[in-house]
């Protein structure tokens, strides 16, 4: 039986992925899991209703794993979130900022906080997760460390925030999406702006790429974004990862998917959700 109050994420306890679950479903349980495998694998089995997957960063880029994962999972899209994304240097309580030495965090937010962290003169250390940078922490007191990890993780750990909102640039976003285990989850109300998830894989025709997205353009149908992978490690087998305003019931996505399909191969809607406000700030 599906845990209906729980939702998945990967990461620690503390990490950005955590207070995104907290931030868009107060009510739910999050519940962390190692590995993005693990994450969705809890959602198929019913151990978690919902999963919070990170996508994509506004700096950093595509989660490049998570797209390799989305199309075998069985899961489908029901939303997204955008979380602005802050980092605190925290250290051991008693700590003193002029007395830290070296910033402990995951490599890849070391270097979204590197210009503050230089002028702050201090040296780096990576791990494998924010998060787990103030665990470590707490676990191995150092006054001369300080962990760079969400604010949420100062609280959980018992750390003291010494610096506040150290990132670089204060644009940082990065975009989740919520996942279900349901094969038909309801679809939004028709006065929501909506977004459609689907993935493709063309014919081997000329051209066909260019004919299969030609009913996009024809329809007036914004597509938002389009990504091409390898499938199962072959390099004759691309398929593509898609994302465009409106929902298939109407006439215009409807008839460019129709287009689509006749150039294509496979074709799949992974999900139909609400466009997230943030899109429109």
Not at 177 to 200: D, G, H, Q, W, Y
Request: with cysteine.
């Amino acid at each position: 039986m599906t845990k209906t109050n729980r939702i998945a994420f990967q990461g620690e306890l503390g990490a950005n992925s955590h207070e995104a679950c907290a931030a868009a479903y107060p009510d739910m349980e999050p519940t962390p899991y190692p590995t993005f495998e693990e994450a969705f694998e809890a959602v198929k089995v019913g151990e978690c209703q919902l999963g919070m997957i990170p996508v994509e960063n506004s700096i950093a880029g595509r989660v490049a794993d998570v797209h390799h994962l989305l199309p075998s999972s069985g899961l489908k899209i029901i939303g997204e979130y955008f979380k602005p994304i802050h980092f605190q240097l925290m250290a051991n309580k008693g700590a003193r900022l002029e007395e830290i030495r070296t910033a402990v965090s995951m490599t890849i937010a070391l270097a979204q906080c590197r210009k503050t962290l230089k002028r702050m003169k201090l040296k780096t250390e990576a791990v494998g997760d924010t998060a787990g940078a103030a665990r470590i922490l707490s676990q191995n007191p150092d006054p001369t460390k300080a962990a760079l990890s969400p604010a949420m993780a100062a609280e959980i750990y018992g750390l003291e925030i010494l610096a506040r909102d150290v990132e670089d640039e204060h644009h940082n976003t990065t975009r989740f999406l919520v996942m279900t285990a349901e094969k038909n989850p309801p679809r939004p109300a028709f006065t929501e702006p909506c977004i459609t998830s689907f993935i493709f894989r063309v014919r081997n025709l000329p051209a066909a790429l260019y004919k299969a997205l030609g009913g996009f353009a024809t329809n007036g149908v914004n597509m938002s974004k389009l990504e091409s992978y390898m499938e199962n490690g072959a390099w004759a087998a691309t398929f593509f990862y898609a994302e465009v305003d409106g929902r298939p019931e109407d006439l215009a996505l409807a008839r460019a998917f129709e287009e689509l399909q006749f150039f294509s191969e496979k074709f799949e809607i992974l999900g139909v959700y609400p466009a997230d406000p943030f899109r429109t700030r």
